[in-house]
C-alpha cells in the first residue's frame, strides 16, 4: 500500500484509465478472433426448378392482372358518366369482375361497355347493382 500512498492522485488515475483501456483492447482482440461462417459467393439455386418457375409465373401473372384491373378502372373513370367510387375492379388472366354499386342503372352498362373496350379484356363480368339511398 505505501506504494500506491506516493502516486499523486493524478497519476494514480492515469495508470487505472491505462490499465483499463489496455485491458478493453485484449478483449477486442478476443472478439476479432470470433467464428465469422463463410460467404457464400452465389445464392442457393432452388431445391426444385419448376417450382419456382411456377412461382414466378403466378408473380408475373398477378402483376398482369393488376395492371389490366388498373388500365380499365381508369378506362371507366375517364370515359365519364360513371360514379366509380364505389366500384371494385378484379381482373383474373383477363376476366373482368365489376363489383360495387353506381347510383343509376345507365352506368352499370356503361362501366361494362367501358371495360370491354380496353385491350386485354377478354370477358366481363357484370356485378354492380344500383345503390339504394343512403349507401
Known sequence: MKLHSKLKPATALAAIVLFAGYAGSVFADDAAVAYVPPVQAHPAAPKDPAKAQRKAEKKAERAADRHLATNVRKAIVKAGGVDASH????????????????PEAAQIDLAQQQAQQVAGVTGVTNRLTIATAGH
Do not use: W
Request: charged letters at 10%; aromatic letters at 0%; hydrophobic letters at 50%.
Open 87 to 102: 366500384m371494385t375492379v378484379v381482373a383474373k388472366s383477363g376476366a373482368i369482375t365489376l363489383e360495387g354499386s353506381v
